[in-house]
């Protein structure tokens, strides 16, 4: 794929969705951050009617670490992993307090530095909640990358590296966005919606579907 075609793919993808967002419902840098951690493995639906019972009695790490463990996982139990995921938001807001007064820190070093933070949530946060232009490649947007040609690897690493030299710079900070979004509703990894996709003529996709499901 050359970059002609991938300017023109994002832009079509920004003419469709100027302002895309994350399907995780949060409202700061901390619930955003807790939210990533209780998705793995789980679905943004799942997360989101977990959270939306336990933010509103505890959104900050003080608060959560005066609920305890016990009580988080009776908010999320209803999550994959649930046990193990109390226990890393536990550590995790201790380690906030304790190191960052409580705030969510804006590094990569210091964010994956959290139990049960990666590199993947590392980038949703500083690209969500601080809008770097970083590249959360998750099995949604590898799975796009390689199947358009946007940016073929044969690891996740592979695939966030050629991502962020190949999307256009004006769109890097909402690419993560798009690309995720089109592969859960469109590109999906079963029988993908060739019919309606608006980049179906620039994809390298040899084998599209004929008809949407």
């Not at 969705?17 to 789980?42: D, G, K």
């Not at 009776?74 to 307090?97: D, E, P, S, W």
């Not at 050629?162 to 469109?186: Q, T």
């Amino acid at each position: 794929m050359n970059p002609q075609k991938r300017e023109i793919i994002f832009a079509r993808f920004k003419a469709a969705n100027p302002e895309p967002r994350t399907e995780l419902q949060y409202t700061s840098p901390f619930e955003l951050l807790i939210a990533v951690m209780l998705s793995a493995q789980a679905t943004d639906i799942s997360v989101n009617i977990a959270t939306a019972k336990l933010f509103p009695v505890a959104n900050t790490p003080q608060a959560l670490l005066k609920l305890g463990e016990k009580r988080v996982k009776g908010y999320i139990k209803t999550i994959g992993l649930f046990n193990a995921k109390a226990a890393n938001v536990i550590k995790t807001c201790q380690l906030l307090v304790d190191e960052h007064n409580g705030d969510v820190p804006e590094s990569r070093e210091a964010l994956e530095r959290l139990p049960g933070v990666g590199r993947k949530t590392a980038n949703v946060v500083l690209n969500t909640a601080f809008g770097h232009p970083t590249m959360a490649v998750d099995t949604h947007i590898y799975r796009v990358s390689n199947r358009t040609g946007i940016a073929k690897g044969k690891t996740v690493l592979d695939v966030e590296k050629k991502l962020l030299r190949h999307v256009p710079k004006p769109y890097l900070v909402d690419a993560h966005h798009w690309l995720i979004l089109h592969g859960r509703y469109v590109c999906k990894a079963r029988k993908p919606v060739c019919s309606g996709c608006l980049i179906r003529d620039l994809c390298d996709f040899k084998d599209k579907t004929p008809d949407s499901v």
